[in-house]
């Protein structure tokens, strides 16, 4: 049985930085992608971040959705079993419950995609 779980949330200031960290528990056979969504109240899920599983970190590809580039990174570290979102010059628009995802192969940034969620971490910026 597949489990993840996600640690990092808090309450920060705007301009603030947050690492989130999941790990995963059980085993996965094969390459899988790593994401991270998040989701404010009364909004849809949306893809923030993903990284691929190339077994070179620096040939692993990486993307963002628009709002986040330039200020989040995601990484992993595969002996770890563990995903991590560096999130800086947060903002009060990234405030949402954020979860880390787990998808076969290569994926994007569609909810659809993944097939293991965790219970999600609380990131809340305020002004």
């Known amino acids: 049985q597949v489990q993840l779980v996600e640690s990092g949330g808090n309450s920060v200031q705007a301009g603030g930085s947050l690492r989130l960290s999941c790990v995963r528990f059980g085993d996965i056979y094969g390459p899988t992608s790593m994401a991270w969504f998040r989701q404010a109240p009364g909004k849809e899920r949306e893809g923030v971040a993903r990284?691929?599983?190339?077994?070179?970190?620096?040939?692993?590809?990486?993307d963002y959705a628009d709002s986040v580039k330039g200020r989040f990174t995601i990484s992993r570290d595969d002996a770890e079993n563990t995903v991590y979102l560096q999130m800086d010059n947060l903002k009060p628009e990234d405030t949402a419950m954020y979860y880390c995802a787990v998808g076969f192969g290569r994926r994007g940034l569609r909810k659809d995609e993944y097939t293991y969620w965790g219970q999600g971490t609380q990131v809340t910026v305020s002004s």
């Open positions: 990284i691929q599983p190339d077994q070179q970190p620096d040939l692993r590809s990486t």
